[in-house]
């Protein structure tokens, strides 16, 4: 459509320009208005993709047998923190306790 007009968009600055009877028309565009609707797009195109993988789990979903359909149980993640075996803390002074540091035990001899 654009080149019926023989109009030139330039993104970066949110002009279109075209030839007009006495001289060029430059039409300008709102950064936010822009920022906006460019926003939308994405959220849309989100929901879109999730729909389309929805439709597709559940056609897939509907090919198999109820007996194969099977919820499988995960082992709930530690919400701890563990430490890890490979390292020793070392007490680097006998007067103060908390000046500590962490090495691994299994380094080289060098």
């Known amino acids: 459509m654009l080149v019926r007009f023989m109009a030139i968009s330039h993104h970066t600055y949110l002009i279109l320009k075209m030839p007009a009877p006495n001289g060029v028309l430059s039409v300008y565009d709102d950064v936010e208005t822009s920022y906006k609707c460019d926003t939308e797009e994405v959220q849309l195109t989100e929901a879109l993709e999730y729909s389309a993988k929805a439709t597709a789990m559940v056609a897939e ?15 709930p993640t530690p919400t701890t923190l563990q430490p890890d075996p490979k390292v020793k803390k070392i007490c680097l002074s006998l007067e103060d306790l908390s000046k500590t540091t962490l090495i691994g035990f299994d380094l080289s001899e060098k």
């Not at 979903?61 to 082992?75: F, P, R, S, V, Y």
Request: glycine letters at 0%.
């Open 61 to 75: 979903a509907q090919k198999l047998d109820k007996d194969q359909l099977t919820i499988l149980e995960m082992e």
